[in-house]
């Protein structure tokens, strides 16, 4: 009997099974059938052909762009603050978030965040600036590391202290 009678679905499904014997009693009771496997693609499951390698070859993945490009194989860089600034971050956020415009020791400017409340970046500083974006800040790659050079720590800091270069406060008797 042939199969033309059948979606595509089930063909490839009796196709794939060949111990399942196709016969008239086993459509008409439907108790015994099985539904079709379930496919999510109509390509076959084999790979690519000689040929169709051969006419095009496969092509690398493309490397992922640096989310800190002047920072590449450089955990942090020193840098003088040319300029300090507020800026207001993407849509959903309000805030002013403190940024500094430095030049890295590399010749590069970029324009970094400083992290935490309240700081004593000024015209002249030298800093120490590592990679890592402001996710709501446009345009902003780099972190100013806290409690380096001439960057002080965050004052009364008692939580995540290393993060922002505060020493443990001395215990009170």
Known sequence: MPINFLSPLRALFFITRPSFSLSQSTLSSSSSFLPP??????????????????????????ARHAIS?????RPQMKAVCLKV???????????ERKIAK???SSGKTVTAYIPG????VQQHSVVLVRGGRSQDCPGVRYH????AMDLGGV??????RSKYG???PKASD
Request: charged share 30%; glycine share 6%; net charge positive.
């Open 85 to 95: 600034g507020i800026t207001k971050p993407k849509k959903p956020n309000s805030a």
């Open 155 to 160: 004052i009364n800091r008692l939580t995540s």
């Open 69 to 73: 490009p002047q920072m590449v194989d």
């Open 144 to 147: 100013l590391i806290r409690g």
């Open 102 to 104: 430095v030049r890295l």
């Open 37 to 62: 496997v379930r496919l999510f693609s109509r390509t076959s499951p084999a790979g690519a052909t000689l040929m169709q390698l051969k006419r095009k070859p496969r092509q690398p993945r493309r």
């Open 166 to 168: 505060t020493k443990k």
């Open 117 to 120: 409340e309240g700081h004593n």
